[in-house]
């Protein structure tokens, strides 16, 4: 396990019933392909050596007998292989008969988990062949020539990188309290459910909708083999499922009715989990309510390997999904809408302030405000828009400000601030042709003094165009665009910022809003160039916002160290960056993350749209004196 991946496999064999030496030969194959592929832990259907549908020769001794046969001769096999292999056999334990997976990795047999929920309705009789796990009595047994202690207790099997893992067998997750409840209480990471599940009407969609949200309920792994071609088909057809899950997500699913043995092997990001578990104080509690503490069993040592990050990484993870864009799009709006619309409502306010730039940010806000207006039903005129060109506005921006204003029906100023920038210069002896840090934030800040002045006119507020990505890249003058008296954009970043606007194009059917999205991102807080074409472009100076955003992501949602998000980031944007420029970037961000954090712990009000905020009365509260060392180190490393 490397960056905190654990590379896992579900296989469906062939099988035929009964025919224990052959469907060994068919499990033999799998685990040699897995550990090919440097699986770590893979998982084989329910009675996977002998065949489910065997009926009443379960009640065969000779059946029995072959299948622990059988398992001696997995061990051998797996003798010099590093792969944690779960594979299901019926295993007669004193007078009784079990439904069992049998743990088995370097030639050991670790554990043998038995099965708790037997069903014994519609088309199944487990109860005619198997005894339950509570019937068991703990005791020391030998099985296929180990010694072994068997309990009714839950087991915890933990690997040699220290990741955590439960089994479960088919109807157990069925039942209204599966035993992976209690075994991800205790610490598992990812269950393993060996199945044999019938094929009905409906019934797919639904096993994929429990097994999703029983993934998500306990924020673990969860992969599910069923068998599949090769069972009796003499009342039911097994279609063979293959499917992993990480905390309610499809990772990656098998194809159903396939005549073919297949195996599906991802990764699953174990840290991520524990994450998720610790900053959630919910499962903290239910842990404590566990009761006794499960058996734990150590794994065996492995082999070294190179790490090969074989997952897909979303390279746009704030964005939504194509099939559920407009409506993700529609509620992020109404969010930010209702608490503008709040807000305006508890001042008791008919007027809002808002500059108007003609780039992307102030574009998305002044839309969120005529929406918030209109659903308050207040006139639109109470909307001031206000632009404000200075030394690098362009002809392009200056026009799109305008006739954005003038599609929506606001009142529409223009205050230019050239005159009391120059003055401001004389002022404090900056030589204007000087185009520095003090020569951006004067113009900046001059823009925020109009907007607040004449907010205090009008008994208005100003509502704030800054987003989530320039807080975290201090992207802002302090006390300049940085202040408002409320930042609709606050949880939403700039990669989402230009889906938002493109949404609201679609719906109003206006070209500006189109030539807006295209515009180049920029503040233009330096003069255009010999064209009148935007010279000051934000991602030449702080870098590509789809990497800075990518980095926010994964570095706020689930505190992951810079190497892993390099990882990942190599992964996600293969063909489109270099590791180079990502690690140049990298180090971008977490050196003005962190010395920009005074920006944010002052910043406005403004709703959470998703998951990442970085409100200090919310879900992000630093020092402003934390230093990045151990960050950037870990990036060079």
């Not at 308050?376 to 404000?388: E, F, H, Q, Y």
């Not at 270099?578 to 003005?592: A, G, H, M, S």
């Not at 002052?602 to 879900?619: A, E, I, W, Y």
């Amino acid at each position: 396990m490397k960056y905190g991946f654990l590379k896992v496999a579900a296989a469906v064999p062939a099988v035929k019933v009964a025919d224990v030496e052959y469907n060994l030969q068919q499990v033999e194959s799998l685990i040699a392909q897995a550990e090919g592929q440097g699986v770590e832990v893979m998982v084989f259907p329910e009675l996977c050596l002998t065949g489910y549908s065997c009926q009443d020769l379960f009640k065969e001794q000779l059946l029995i007998d072959k299948a622990e046969d059988a398992l001696l001769i997995l061990l051998d096999f797996t003798r010099k292989l590093d792969v944690i292999c779960i594979v299901g056999l019926p295993v007669q334990i004193g007078s009784l008969l079990y439904n069992c997976a049998a743990v088995i990795q370097g030639g050991t047999l670790l554990g043998i988990v038995p099965k708790t929920y037997l069903p014994n309705y519609g088309e199944f009789y487990e109860k005619r062949w198997f005894a339950s796990a509570p019937d068991l009595m703990p005791q020391d047994i030998y099985l296929a020539g180990s010694p072994i202690h068997v309990t009714p207790e839950p087991i915890l099997f933990t690997t040699c990188d220290g990741a955590r893992f439960g089994i479960e067998i088919c109807e157990d997750v069925w039942a209204p309290t599966p035993p992976s409840n209690r075994l991800s209480l205790a610490g598992a990471d990812v269950i393993f459910n060996l199945s044999a599940s019938d094929e009905l009407v409906g019934k797919h969609q639904y096993l994929r909708q429990l097994l999703s949200q029983q993934s998500a309920r306990t924020m673990s792994g969860y992969v599910y083999a069923s068998c599949g071609f090769g069972e009796s088909t003499q009342d039911v057809v097994y279609g063979g499922n293959a499917m992993i899950f990480e905390n309610g997500h499809l990772l990656s699913e098998g194809e159903r009715f396939s005549f073919q043995p297949q195996i599906k092997i991802t990764q699953i990001d174990v840290e991520r989990l524990r994450t998720e578990r610790r900053t959630n104080s919910t499962f903290i509690t239910a842990q404590a309510q566990v009761g006794c503490r499960p058996v734990l069993v150590t794994c065996k040592p492995v082999t070294f390997r190179d790490f090969d990050l074989i997952r897909p990484v979303n390279p746009h993870p704030f964005i939504p999904a194509e099939d559920k864009m407009q409506e993700s799009c529609e509620e992020i709006l109404n969010i930010q809408v209702v608490g503008l619309a709040k807000r305006l409502y508890h001042l008791n306010g008919s007027k809002a302030v808002i500059g108007i730039s003609g780039g992307l940010d102030s574009t998305l806000a002044l839309l969120v405000t005529v929406k918030a207006f209109d659903k308050l039903g207040m006139d639109r005129k109470g909307i001031i828009g206000i632009t404000m060109p200075g030394f690098g506005t362009t002809d392009r921006t200056h026009g799109n400000a305008r006739k954005l204003m003038e599609t929506l029906g606001i009142t529409i100023r223009e205050i230019s601030i050239a005159k009391a920038v120059t003055q401001h210069f004389e002022d404090i002896g900056h030589d204007a042709k000087v185009h520095d840090v003090t020569y951006e934030n004067s113009q900046a800040r001059e823009r925020t003094q109009i907007l607040m002045d004449v907010a205090n006119q009008e008994n208005a507020i100003v509502v704030g165009t800054g987003d989530l990505s320039e807080l975290a890249l201090g992207w802002a003058t302090y006390n300049g665009d940085h202040m408002s008296m409320y930042g609709v954009n606050a949880g939403v970043p700039k990669t989402l910022v230009r889906y938002l606007v493109n949404y609201m194009a679609g719906e109003m059917a206006t070209e500006v809003l189109l030539d807006i999205i295209d515009t180049p991102i920029s503040p233009e807080l330096i003069p255009a160039d010999e064209q009148g074409n935007i010279k000051q472009k934000t991602e030449d100076l702080v870098g590509p916002y789809e990497l800075h955003d990518f980095f926010l992501y994964y570095f706020l949602r689930f505190g992951f160290r810079p190497a892993k998000i390099f990882v990942m980031a190599c992964k996600a944007f293969e063909g489109s960056y270099d590791e180079d420029v990502i690690r140049k970037w990298l180090q971008t961000f977490c050196r003005r993350f962190f010395t920009q954090q005074f920006k944010r712990s002052c910043m406005p009000d403004g709703p959470k749209v998703g998951s990442v905020s970085l409100s200090p009365r919310g879900d992000w509260r630093m020092p402003t004196d934390a230093v990045s060392t151990l960050w950037l180190k870990d990036i060079k490393n």
